[in-house]
């Protein structure tokens, strides 16, 4: 029934304010969706050949299970990571326009990218709760808005399992990553995070949510301090893979 009349009033809007798609300025012909079909299908999807860790995309052809050479040199604290794409072209424009242009309508287009990812390589009835990678204050202020929250809310809402936007905590401004290797990067966000409700997340399964991973130091981070707070396990899902 509520479906029925989502689906109805969604249809309605649609009419009324036809959606524009974010990845080429045409009218998306996805029903409820900003990103049109032919956008869709350009997405580069993170699928096979990747570490069963971090899911690193290897660029030769791997048919058996396999963890890379960075995971196996310095494990990540994490037990698994995934993503839904490759950050570049219409992922990389999109998330870019919901992280830093307020476009927060393609929160449903981005959330559907993340329950796909979910779905097909992890277990939802395992996770206990969903968790964001936390936004320092400041540059929450700045921004208005935790774009990694938005979507953990989002996933949460979907995979009917709790959000928790507060048990962890960015504590530490950090130093931008983007000129730092793997290593060093570590190191830079090494006490940026603190688990400040541990009876929160003591025995559970965490799924860490963040728009983009590129070497997983951040996910690396939140998972030790999350694991040395107690949680049983950490997985980390994103959007897009740098
Ligand atoms: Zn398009
Ligand atoms: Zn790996």
Not at 38 to 65: K, M, N, P, Y
Not at 104 to 132: M, N, Y
Not at 153 to 171: E, K, T, V, W
Not at 218 to 232: D, I, M, Q, S, W
Request: charged share 25%; proline share 3%.
């Amino acid at each position: 029934m509520w479906d029925g009349w989502r689906e109805a009033s969604a249809r309605g809007w649609d009419w009324l304010f036809p959606r524009v798609c974010a990845g080429c300025d045409q009218m998306s012909d996805r029903e409820g969706r900003h990103l049109c079909w032919a956008c869709f299908s350009r997405i580069d999807w993170h699928a096979a050949g990747l570490c069963e860790r971090c899911g690193g995309q290897t660029e030769g052809q791997v048919s058996h299970a396999f963890v890379c050479g960075v995971c196996q040199a310095a494990p990540p604290a994490y037990d698994k990571a995934r993503s839904a794409g490759r950050f570049q072209g219409v992922l990389r424009d999109v998330i870019h326009q919901f992280k830093y242009s307020q476009a927060l309508w393609l929160k449903q287009d981005l959330t559907d990218l993340l329950c796909g990812c979910l779905s097909a390589h992890f277990s939802r009835e395992s996770i206990d709760v969903v968790i964001p990678v936390p936004l320092h204050p400041v540059r929450l202020r700045e921004r208005s808005y935790n774009q990694a929250a938005l979507l953990a809310q989002g996933l949460a809402c979907r995979i009917d399992r709790r959000f928790d936007g507060r048990s962890l905590a960015r504590i530490r401004k950090t130093q931008s990553q983007t000129l730092l290797d793997a290593s060093h990067r570590r190191a830079n966000m090494l006490g940026a995070f603190e688990v400040v409700r541990p009876e929160w997340v003591r025995g559970r399964c965490v799924l860490l949510v963040d728009d983009v991973m590129t070497t997983g130091a951040t996910l690396h981070e939140c998972a030790r301090v999350l694991k040395k707070a107690g949680a049983r396990s950490v997985w980390g899902v994103t959007v897009g893979r740098g």
